[in-house]
Structure formats: C-alpha cells, structure tokens
C-alpha cells in the first residue's frame, strides 16, 4: 500500500495558496483563472546529512559543498538565475563546470516557458552523472513560497523568490548544524545566488544575501582559463529579457496588392519568377528571371518573406549598390534554430526571437565584402502571384514536445521538419504529437503570416515508421509529386478487352479490325532488342542486314503504343498527367497499365507484335541514302541484355545470322558516334551507381557499384538518336508549327565562369565554352594523369553548369533555338521510348500522321494545347528524375548503413572512401564520392582560412599533426579520404550521410 | 500556455505542489440552507465546490411519476454560469448535465432504502457553484453528505474519487488541468460494505 502523508496548511492562509491569473484566449476574451498551490514543509533541501530534511534517493549535494573556489573558501553552492541558464547554457554543459548547483523551481519553470529545447537540455544535465544538481521546489514550499504582488511584473516576482530562496537556504544551513558546544565553530558553506542582473543584485545585497554574476565567477574557478571562453558575449549586456511587447511583433512586411504586382511586372519594374531556396543556407534563395543572366538573390527571411518553395513570387530589385554575392557558409536552419520555440515564436517579443535574429543577421554580415564581379542582382520578396503549396513528408521535431507521454491528450504546437532541406520547419498543432514521433507524416501547409515565423500547418496523415521502405517510398513519391494511385476503371477499360490473350491477327480474312491495313509485314527480319538485366518494358528492338548494293539496311523498331493509346481517352488523359513512368530503385510507377507496358506493346522476343519502324538505308560509312517510316509487324529473335550481346558479338565463333547483324550495327554505330563527336557532341558524365539487392523478396541492398558501361550501350544509344533526329525532321517538316521537340539550349557563358576559374587556379587548365565542341575538346584534355578519375570529376561538373533539356512546341520557339546542344544536333526529339514517356506517343502521332497512316487527331494541331502537355511533361520528367536520385540516395544509405554494420562487425571499423573536394565553403567542404555516386558535405567547427579566390581552405592540424602549425590546405579537386556514416539525425530521425575527414586531415577533432 | 505546465514533475510534485496520492482540501458545511430542505451539503475540493439539497421524502407533485412500491429518486443538477473560468450559461437539457444528473442517480437510488417510502419521491438538487476537475466526485461526494443530513436511511454511503494515469504513475483527485490532459476515471465505493458503486 503507497504510504500517503498529507502536510497542508490550514485554509487561513488562502492567500497564498491560492494563484490568481488572468489569461487572454484565441478569441481575445480575458478570462481569470484560478489555480490552488499546497505548500508543505517536506520540500528537501537536497544537502547531504541535513537532519531537517528527509533522505531521498536521488544524489544529493555534498554537505561541505564546493570548496575549490577562491572567493568562498568556506565551501559554496551556486544558485544560478533563469537568465545564466537563458544565456549561458554552454557554460553550464560543459565538463569542467562541477559547481554543486542549485536549481530552483521557479527558474526551471521560466526556462521552460521561455525555451523548450533549452529546457530539455537543462533537463538532461539534472539527471547526468556527473553534474551535481538538486532541484528545490521553492514555490511548494511554504517559506519560500511567494505571492506576486501588486504592480509587480512577473519576472521581478520571480526575481524575488529566487532571493527569499538564496536567503532560506542560507539560515538553512546555519539553523540545521548549530555550533556544538566545545568544538570550534565549523565554517559553513554558503550559497551564492548567480545572476547577471546588476539591479537583482544590489537588492541581493541589501537582503544581505551573497551574490556574484558569473563572469567573476567562473574566473575564480580553477578552470577559469577554459571556462572563460565559453561565455557568451550576449550575456553580458543583455540583461532584462521579458519586455511585455504588445500584441503581436510583425516579423515580414506585407506583401503589395496583386493588382499593383501585375502592374509593375508588366511595367518590368518588378521581376515575376519562382521561388528557389538555398539548399546549403536557409537564409538564402533566388528567383530566376528571364531579364537577367544571373537570377535575383534574396538574402535574410525579411527579404525573403515567406516564399516557400516553388512559389511563383514577384521580387523588387534593390540598388545596385546593395547588390551581394551568393555565402560560401553553410547555415543549418536545424543547427542555428535548435532553441527557438514552437509555442511562442512570434506570440510574445521573446528574447530567444532577438538571439535568432541577431544569429542570423551575423551569418549575413560575414558576406559584405565581396568584390563586385561577382555581386548579382539583389532584391526582395513583395508579392506571390501563386503558392504552390502542396502537402509535404515531415518528421515532428521531438525537441518542440512539451511532452513526450502518449497517454497526454492536450494539444501541442510542434514544429514539423520537412525531409526537404529546401523547406522551412512548419508549426502544427496535434493532439497526437508524441505518437507521430518516429512518424513520416504528411503536412500540408495553412497559411503563414506576417506575425509568425514559421509557415502553420495541419497534419493530414502518417506514412510510416521512419526509415521503413514503405514509408520512405511512399514519402518519396509524395515528395516529388508522382501521381502512384493505380489506374481506375474507366482507364483500365481502355484496354483491349481480350487482355492477356491478345494476338496480331492472322493477316488477311481473320484481320477483322483492319489491324494490317498499311502495315509492312516484317515479321522475318532478324530482329533483336538489346536492354538493361531485368527489363520488362521492352520498347525498343533493332536490324541490319546487307544490301546487294554493298550499302546496309539497318531499322529501329518501337513498340507501336499509339495503336493502343488512342487519343483523347481516359487512358490518354492519364498517360499525360503522368508524363512519365518513374523507376525507383526496387520499383516502377508505370505510365500505362502494365498490360501495355509489359506485355502488349513489350517487344518481347518470340511473339508477333505491333511496332513504329525507322529504316534507313546507309552507306558503310553511315552517310543516310534514304530513310522511311512505316507502321509495322514484328517478331523479336532474341531479347539480350547488354552484357550479352556484347559476348556474342565479341565470340568470334559466332556467325550466325543474328550475331552478324549485331556486329554490322555496332560498326555503323562507331562511324555514327565518330560523327556526332565531330559535330561536336558533349560526353557528359553523371555519377551512376547500380544498387545490388540482396533478394526480390526483402530487397535489401547489399552493395552498391558504378554502372558499367559497355559497347553495346552505346551501340544502342546511337540507333536511338539517330531514329529521334530523323523522325524530328520529319514531323518538323510535316507540322511546323505542332511539332513535339526536344532541345537543349546553350548554356550561358556565366554559368561556367565558376569552374573554369576553379580550373585555371588549381589545375592551370582552360575550358574553352565558346560551343558545344570547343567544350568537348577542352573537356578532353582536362587530364591529370595521376588521376584518371578527375576527367570524370570535370565532366561531372560542366554537366552541372548546364541546363536541362526540355520538351518544346516548334511554333513556339524561334527556329534557331531548336538545337540540342549536348548533342549537337540542329533538332532532336524522343521517339524510341512511349511506353515509358508521354511525349514519345505525341510525336509517334504526329509521325503516323506524317506518312498517311492516320489523320492525325484535332488536339495535336493546337498549339496551346501541344504546349500545355508538354508543360507538364517537362515537370513530371524533372520530378521523375529527382525522385529516380532520392531513390537511390536512400538505398546507398542503406547499403552504406549495412556495410558499416558488417565492417565492424569484422573490426574493421567505418567504411571510408576516396573523395574529391568539389566545392569549398567558408566553413566546410562538399565532397563527391565517385565510388557511391554520393555527394557529402564536412563541415568545420574550428575556424578555419578560406580562401575564396583560390578555392582553397587551411584546416588547422589536428593534434596528431602538430607541429604544423600552418594547417592543412584543401582545394578543389583535391583527393581526400572520407569516413562514411549514417546517422539518424537527432530531431527529425532523418537518416543522413554523414561525412568527416579523414585524410589529410582528422576533422573528426575538428 | 496550459501546455507548459507539467502534470508530474521530476520531483513527484504536481502542478499545485501535491504528491501523487494526495487530495485537495476538502471543505464541508452542513449548515441547512434557506427554502427549508430536509438536507443539505456544502462540499468543496480545492476549488470544486457544489452545494446539494435533499428534499423528501415528500409527496410527488406529478402521480404518473411515481411507484407503488418505492419511493422516485429525481435528481437534477444546476451548473453556475459563473463556475468555470470561461462564463457560459448552460440550459437544462444540456446533454451534459443530463448525463451527469442520470450518473448520479444511477448511483444513490440503489444506496437509498427507497421501498420504505412507497408512492413518495425525494428530490436531489445539485448546484455547481464552482469547477475545477472531479465534479462527479464531488458531487457524488456531497449528496452523500446531504442525504445523511436529511435523515434518509441509506444502505451504505457512497464516497467517490477520481484517478488519473500520467504515463505509469496514478494521480488521485484530480484538477481541471490535469483532467484534460490525463485518462481518468471517477470511482464511487460503499466503504462498509467495501462495494465498488460507480466507474465512470
């Protein structure tokens, strides 16, 4: 049976037991609330062998307290204020601090109102080992229980009890060891209230309560050296926190009336353009106007304001004296935000706002002096034409919890991080936060208002447990926006209805549906398709053969799916909302039904099957004679993967009929690519990884290795090309002003600056960008011959300057900005692959519509309509692409994950890779993985000399290097070699790479 | 601002400086009150006070309501505007009041003798007059006493308490605060017979 001791005051004194407050609701009424307080006389006062109080098991305090201190000799406790804790919470975590603390209720409490994450972290330290604090619940105990009084403010009430506390403990001590007789009068520890406040202080005095502010503490510390620098300078002058701001801070001006945002764009004074966030810096992003070269930079949140990502914004530009260069810093909005608060940003004119504030206004001060070079156009934020808001994958920040008991029913405001780092921290409320801990959740975002900091949201729904594959794929999709619902009945109706069974007809009687009319029968020419391992969606299959004129047929056969896709269907409408089919690492999120996709349209070897063909006639040096198009039937001989075909054509033992023809299109395929390279076709590089999964089954990941590649890729890849730069004339020539085409523009000179100056002053090397094929020839000889893997690195790189290529509509361009410029070719479009791209049915109907198959459909002639498909097309692409990256991203973690497990398992300690430097920051470097595909980021907590001109940063030496003083010089290009982790990040559960260096130098001291 | 109180803190205290398992003041006045009741009650605990009177057994104003072989428990409770923190005038069909009314004579009409006074009721009138958690306790608590006062022979009497759960640890009697954050139930018990009255 729980023994039960009740020890109350008798109801005379209601006065104290009684709390009197008035509060103000949502709505604005006031409304009084009354709270009881029971004081008691139990409150332990936490000292070792104190007789008064009762044993408790927790720690207590030692009896003779601390006695390396110079100033009290006699043995001390500190009593710190809510504002040492407020302000210097370092000094207080750190290992050296041993000071037998006090900590009093009250200034828990503040804390706790004040900041939570602070809180949390005070929280910790009471129960670590090593430090000796003892919570005093003053406020419950009946001598040192305070009522707030009249016209007194509630921090100087707070200030108050934290005196009369100072004071009790004090006559404490004295009255519970009085001086036994005949022994000399034992000298008694004292306990020394903490605080900063000058005025707090004197009246201290004046009670005769002894106190000190903590500078002159700790520099009479034995550690005083160390422990010095801890101490935050803000603490110092900045004193009196709590100003009872009224109403609300308005923290964003107001955005402009939308009449006068169109006005003014239409005038060109104000830019129109969507909103980019900084990946690296959260206090930064751009808008990309078509009126400048470089886009607008938008420096600080006020300028910002409130853009989220991929809103369409209209910028005002500042002054051109006012104009700033892009920072080299890294700033985590996690790691400078870690103590702002949920509950009350923006509520009250807290002290933590105007730490945030001042954090951050220093991060923008460091860039001022750059010269103007590279200054680019500056402005701010004044209006949003659209929000692009959309739901968003997050994780609840378990820092932001007041509390983490799932049995809790209240409501808390928690802050939702985004799995997006382009995304601010969202403020939610939930009933439910401490089951979504752990959670992947979907946010959707409400509003977000010139009094708060943070955008508000609501919670739609969870996905999962972190770090599980569903919830991550699913978050994956989520995130880069792919519609994955599967098809609904009225697409799937759309199917033949004979399914699986379906046949090409019998030519002739059987042939009811008129399936044969116009088509050339091939269906006994030596046809094979060459694929990925594993491929199901066969869309492309290829034949050669020798004419009796010494010159060579070859075709290139696609899968004939506008046959089965007719135009303005259900399953048209859906193919083009989803643009693309999207493959993620252990899955596909097919275009079409899977019937069409696999099966029907799948060229797959042995069985009859419709197809678009191309076939050329060439010459041996692969000069076009003639080309033809024509709508066809097939029949596939064989179904290779590239390895395959590859030993085939390389057995020399082989000579039948299929081998032959292989070997006949490789050798056309060399010319071909001989020529486009002289044409000057760029051969970009992308850091390609394959992941190896364990089993379909569980589809673990146990490795991860660089694709191959092989002749017969290319082999295949130029047949594609070819059969795309030929239908595109063909339908640019049919439709001139319809026509669905693919170009690539030239990147612009001043994308490239950075890397070629990066490339003369580390390497000596030129980059000459005057066209595609001055860039490929200086791209060849960027060769380090110590290094062969630095050419890729440069590639990889000048790739990234570039920009994307995109579908277009050829009446909405002019005719000179058709080319494709990786490719260097004068126009280019997608033919070869409509099972799995939307635009390639577009123009596989336009092409039908070309040589008199069909006519060809009303929408198609529209030119507004051509570019809305496309549109989307475009995005859907780019996401698919995006989501193609995070998907992988997220196995190498996992494979990287296991492999950690396994190596130390063995011993052998953390995975460790070679990595080159591609990007110096002020404070870290960007490394890039070639061996993982994978790109990190290390950053340093010492300070570190960068060199923004050179691209180089001196990282001081760690202590096992010492006696270089000079530290270590990184630049880009340089290789290092880096220990790989995952690790969950600490608020959001995210898992993240974690990267530090380890040759040249050891930054895990760092 | 509520949310930043902690219902338990490290130090087993709780929002208003009690331990775990202990109660709120309890206050009672059994002075009769005005209009001639045969009984009445005042209780309060901590800051919940209700005042209850007991009527009867008297002759039922309306026949149809009445048994030949017992006597009808009618029990109905009026909560002050004035009560809760936020001023709000609640009618007497409200559902939650009719649901307490309901509780809390499911509760007594089985405790009183009632076939001791056939064909006659006895009226239970409960004012809320102030709130802040475990009104059903204390209004349980206090028509116990009012009917005691009254002279109406009981079988046993009922006491009640509420408990709550935060995490692991029970919490007795709770507050307003605590009883929104925290699962709880109000159990009524005869402690001479040791029978348990009422989970609710």
């Given amino acids: 049976m729980v023994e039960i001791t009740i020890r109350k005051r008798p109801q005379t004194e209601a006065v104290i037991t009684q709390r009197k407050f008035f509060k103000k609701t949502a709505r604005g009424k006031v409304v009084k609330v009354l709270r009881e307080r029971y004081l008691r006389d139990d409150v332990g006062c936490g000292i070792e062998g104190c007789r008064e109080c009762m044993a408790s098991n927790e720690p207590l305090l030692p009896a003779k307290g601390d006695l390396t201190h110079q100033l009290f000799p006699n043995g001390h406790y500190v009593l710190p204020d809510t504002n040492v804790f407020l302000s210097q919470m370092d000094l207080i975590e750190s290992d050296r601090f041993r000071s037998p603390m006090i900590l009093l209720q009250t200034v828990l409490e503040e804390v706790r109102h004040r900041s939570l994450p602070l809180y949390n972290r005070l929280k910790a330290l009471t129960k670590s080992e090593d430090k000796r604090i003892w919570t005093f619940y003053n406020e419950y105990r009946s001598e040192t229980a305070i009522v707030r009084e009249e016209n007194e403010t509630p921090n100087d009430r707070n200030d108050r009890g934290i005196r009369i506390a100072t004071a009790w403990y004090n006559t404490h001590i004295s009255l519970t060891r009085p001086p036994i007789r005949g022994q000399t009068k034992n000298a008694l520890p004292t306990v020394v209230l903490m605080t900063e406040d000058a005025a707090n202080r004197q009246k201290a005095e004046q009670a005769g309560i002894s106190c000190i502010s903590v500078r002159k503490y700790v520099e009479g510390m034995k550690d005083a050296g160390q422990l010095l620098d801890l101490l935050s300078a803000a603490g110092s002058d900045n004193i009196e926190p709590t100003q009872a701001s009224s109403g609300r801070q308005v923290l964003y001006p107001e955005y402009l009336p939308s009449a006068t945002l169109i006005a003014g764009v239409k005038a060109g004074e104000l830019y129109q353009g969507h909103f980019n966030p900084n990946p690296y810096n959260y206090l930064e992003g751009t808008v990309s106007v078509p009126a400048f070269s470089k886009p607008i930079l938008l420096v600080g949140r006020e300028n910002m304001n409130r853009a989220v990502q991929g809103d369409i914004v209209v910028v005002e530009l500042f002054d051109e004296k006012e104009w700033k260069a892009p920072t080299d810093e890294v700033v985590d909005q996690e790691a400078t935000l870690k103590n702002d608060d949920a509950e009350d940003s923006g509520e009250e004119g807290d002290e933590n706002a105007e730490e945030v504030i001042a954090k951050e206004s220093r991060v923008l001060r460091l860039e001022t002096q750059v010269p103007t070079s590279e200054r680019q156009p500056t402005g701010r934020v004044v209006g949003v034409i659209k929000r692009n808001w959309r739901a968003y994958v997050c994780h609840i920040d378990s820092t932001s919890l007041t509390s983490t008991l799932t049995t809790s029913l209240s409501t808390q405001t928690v802050f939702a991080t985004p799995v997006s780092r382009l995304l601010p921290r969202i403020r939610l409320r939930t009933r439910q936060a401490p089951s979504l801990l752990n959670q992947k959740i979907l946010v959707t975002i409400d509003r977000w208002d010139t009094t708060s900091r943070y955008p508000e949201g609501h919670f739609v729904r969870t996905l999962g447990k972190v770090e599980s594959k569903e919830a991550e794929q699913e978050s994956l999709l989520l995130e880069f926006e792919v519609p994955y619902r599967p098809f609904g009945k009225a697409i799937l109706d759309c199917l033949p209805p004979e399914g699986d069974s379906w046949v090409v007809p019998p030519k002739g009687d059987g042939d009811v549906r008129n399936i044969w009319r116009d088509r050339e029968d091939l269906r006994d020419v030596i046809v094979c398709s060459i694929d990925p391992p594993g491929c199901q969606d066969i869309d492309d299959a290829l034949h050669a053969k020798l004419l009796p004129n010494g010159n060579i047929e070859a075709g290139v056969h696609i899968a004939d799916v506008s046959h089965f896709v007719l135009p303005d269907n259900p399953m048209d409408s859906e193919a083009a909302a989803r643009g693309t089919t999207v493959y993620l690492v252990d899955n596909r999120i097919d275009m079409l039904p899977s019937l069409l996709g696999t099966n029907l349209c799948s060229l797959r070897p042995y069985v009859e099957r419709l197809a678009f063909s191309a076939i050329w006639e060439l010459t041996p040096d692969a000069d076009i004679v003639n080309v033809r198009f024509t709508k066809s039937v097939i029949q596939s001989k064989a179904a290779f993967t590239y390895e395959e075909a590859q030993i085939r054509k390389d057995d020399p033992h082989l000579q039948d009929e299929l081998t032959n023809s292989i070997r006949l299109l490789n050798s056309l395929a060399t010319k071909l690519k001989a020529k486009r390279m002289a044409a000057g076709a760029l051969n970009l590089a992308s850091p390609e990884v394959k992941i190896h999964l364990d089993s379909a089954e569980s589809s673990d990941p146990i490795d991860v290795e660089q694709k191959e590649l092989r002749e017969t890729n290319s082999l295949v890849e130029e047949f594609m090309l070819l059969a795309n730069v030929s239908v595109a004339r063909k339908i640019d020539e049919s439709f001139p002003q319809t026509a669905v085409l693919r170009r690539h523009l030239p990147p612009p000179k001043t994308n490239f600056e950075k890397l070629q100056d990066i490339l003369r002053k580390t390497k000596g090397m030129t980059l000459d960008v005057s066209s595609s094929g001055a860039l490929a020839a200086s791209l060849d000889k960027c060769i380090d011959p110590s290094e062969p893997a630095f050419n890729t690195l440069v590639r990889i790189m000048a790739t990234r300057c570039m920009l994307s290529a995109e579908y277009f509509c050829s009446g909405s361009v002019a005719r000179d900005t058709f080319g494709h410029y990786g490719l260097a070719s004068d126009i280019y479009t997608h033919f070869t692959s409509p099972i799995r791209r939307y635009a390639d049915v577009l123009v596989h109907r336009q092409l039908a519509a070309a040589i008199g198959f069909s006519p060809l459909h009303a929408s198609l002639h529209s030119k507004s309509h051509v570019e809305r498909v496309l549109d989307v097309v475009n995005r859907r692409h780019r996401m698919a692409q995006m989501a193609g990256r995070a998907s992988v991203e997220f196995y190498v973690g996992l494979a990287l994950k296991g492999r950690g497990e396994v190596s130390k398992s063995r011993g052998e300690g953390e995975v460790r890779e070679e990595a080159f430097v591609i990007r110096t920051f002020r404070n870290g470097v960007g490394v890039f993985v070639s061996k993982l595909g994978i790109e990190g980021l290390v950053t340093f907590k010492r300070d570190t000399q960068f060199d923004a001109d050179n691209y180089t940063i001196s990282v001081p030496g760690s202590a096992s290097t010492a006696g270089s003083k000079e530290g270590v010089k990184i630049s880009v290009f340089d290789k290092v070699v880096v220990q790989i982790e995952v690790e969950k990040d600490k608020n959001t559960q995210r898992g993240k790479v974690k990267m530090t260096l380890i040759e040249p130098v050891d930054s895990r001291a760092l | ?200």
Avoid: W
């Fill in chain 2, 1 to 200: 601002m509520s949310s930043r109180i902690e219902i338990l803190n490290a130090g087993g205290y709780r929002s208003d400086g009690r331990r775990q398992y202990e109660l709120r003041t309890i206050s009672i006045d059994l002075s009769p009150q005005g209009s001639g009741a045969d009984g009445s009650a005042t209780l309060s605990h901590g800051l919940t006070q209700v005042s209850v009177c007991v009527f009867g057994p008297r002759e039922a104003k309306m026949r149809s309501q009445t048994y030949h072989d017992r006597a009808n428990v009618n029990v109905e409770v009026g909560i002050a505007a004035f009560s809760s923190s936020e001023r709000r005038k609640r009618g007497r069909g409200d559902k939650r009041i009719l649901e307490l009314s309901q509780t809390i004579k499911a509760t007594f009409e089985p405790v009183i003798q009632t076939s001791l006074y056939p064909r006659s009721q006895i009226d239970i009138y409960i004012q809320v007059l102030q709130q802040d958690g475990g009104l059903l306790q204390a209004c349980i608590n206090a028509t116990t006493l009012a009917l005691i006062n009254a002279g109406i022979p009981l079988y046993d009497f009922v006491c009640a308490v509420t408990g709550g759960v935060h995490s692991t640890s029970p919490l007795l009697d709770l507050t307003l605060l605590e009883e929104n954050d925290l699962p709880n139930v109000t159990v009524g018990v005869m402690p001479r017979t040791g029978k348990g009255r009422l989970v609710k």
